[in-house]
Each structure stands twice: as structure tokens, then as C-alpha cells.
């Protein structure tokens, strides 16, 4: 039987999020279709699966390992008109900084007001978050940023909340957020702020959920969702 509160973990991940335009069907989620997960069908995401039966000790779980992000199937998509060019592919630099701004902010976000505790490896994890960026769409064309423009744009991710002890996913959720100022492409050289502040509100968004489902919050934003078998 589904713990009631672990459907709230699901609509937590998506109060902060942003509706898309982007077709996102290319990070098919590898729970797509698996009867041992129920699909959430009104949940502010591209795709939504919780993992029908309730972890045993998830509300006791407080020890949590940030996985380094998967970025290996990562894709720009272009904006119309642009040409393509090679010049959009990430390059390691900017590779590094993207890790680095997911690791910081949900660091950041999980362990807000001592939530819970960010570890170093799997070994003292009950809970793993792993992140795979599977897309950027920039705004802007190729030859605006060079002049200049710093484009608005989104990015689309996968994140699992898998069970340290078992291996098994718990929650997967496929989501695009948007910023007026994201990543300026091939010109960045530092951190940038609004990439921080989106995988902040991804942070955020999970540490609610983990709360609300072990009963140490009652959060008027964690909303219960429906939640179906997938057909």
C-alpha cells in the first residue's frame, strides 16, 4: 500500500514548476511503463512516477549523498533559426560549472534549517538524489549571445530520489524550469546566478516533499495529487 504522505513528495516537486513548451519525451524515464510505479496524472511536470510501495524507514531517513549529475546525454536545443553549429555544444568548462551549481544549491536547499544532513558518499547515504540534465533550450540565437544578449531559456531534468539500502527509486520526476537570464552559452566563465536559483527551487521543492512525508512539516504548498496505475 502507498504511504499517503509519500504522494505529497511527488506534488512537491512540482509547486515551483514551470510550464514548458518543450517536447521532453527523449528523457524517457526508464519507469515509463512499469507497473510498479504510479504515474502522477496532475502534477506541474512532463513526467511523474512514485514507486508503489512505500520504502520501509524513509520517514527516519535524514542522511542524504547529492550524486554528481549525469550530463553524458545532455542536448542544446537550438532556438528556430539558428544554424548549426558546434560552437552550442557545452564544453567542459561550462560542464563544470553546471556541476558545481547543482551540487552547491542542492546542498544548499536539502540542508536548509538543518532539514537534513548532506554526506560525502553512498556509504552514509539513506537517500541518493541523482540528476541528469537532459536538455538546455536558449532563446537566443548563436550569433545574439556573441553580440551580447544574454538569453532567456530552460532546462530540462531528471531527478531520482533512490533508496540508499535497496537501490531502489522511490520518486523520478521529468521537469522543465525557465529564467528570463539563464545561462549565457559559450561565453560563461563563472557561476551564474539564475542557474543557482533554478536548481535552488529544484532543492527546495524536494526538501518539502521529504518533510512533508516524514510528518516534519505541514506545508500549505505540498499538495496531495492523483496518482494512477500506468496503462
Not at 528556430?80 to 536547499?109: H, N, P, Y
Not at 518539502?208 to 500549505?220: A, E, F, I, K, N
Amino acid at each position: 500500500m502507498l504511504d499517503k504522505r509519500l504522494a505529497a513528495l511527488v506534488a512537491s516537486f512540482m509547486i515551483l514548476g514551470a510550464c514548458t513548451q518543450f517536447d521532453a519525451t527523449s528523457s524517457a524515464a526508464p519507469e515509463r511503463g512499469d507497473p510498479a510505479f504510479l504515474e502522477g496524472v496532475n502534477a506541474r511536470a512532463d513526467e511523474l512516477y512514485v514507486n508503489s510501495e512505500a520504502q520501509p524507514g524513509v520517514r527516519n531517513f535524514r542522511n542524504v549523498y547529492i550524486a554528481p549529475a549525469n550530463l553524458a546525454n545532455m542536448r542544446v536545443i537550438q532556438p528556430e533559426g539558428a544554424t548549426v553549429d558546434e560552437g552550442w555544444l557545452i564544453t567542459e568548462s561550462e560542464e563544470k560549472i553546471l556541476q558545481k551549481a547543482i551540487a552547491r544549491e542542492f546542498s544548499v536547499g536539502l540542508s536548509f534549517e538543518s532539514a537534513f544532513n548532506i554526506v560525502d558518499g553512498q556509504q552514509q547515504a539513506e537517500i541518493i538524489v541523482n540528476t541528469a540534465v537532459v536538455a538546455i533550450h536558449p532563446n537566443e540565437t548563436r550569433d545574439a549571445v556573441v553580440a551580447g544578449a544574454k538569453p532567456g531559456g530552460a532546462i530540462t531534468v531528471s531527478i531520482a530520489l533512490v533508496n540508499a539500502a535497496s537501490g531502489a527509486v522511490m520518486v523520478r520526476s521529468i521537469d522543465t524550469k525557465s529564467s528570463d537570464d539563464i545561462w549565457a552559452f559559450n561565453q560563461v566563465d563563472n557561476d551564474d546566478p539564475a542557474i543557482d536559483l533554478i536548481f535552488r527551487s529544484w532543492a527546495n521543492s524536494i526538501r518539502r516533499g521529504m518533510l512533508h512525508v516524514q510528518g516534519r512539516s505541514s506545508d500549505p504548498l505540498v499538495q496531495p495529487i492523483v496518482l494512477k496505475e500506468q496503462l
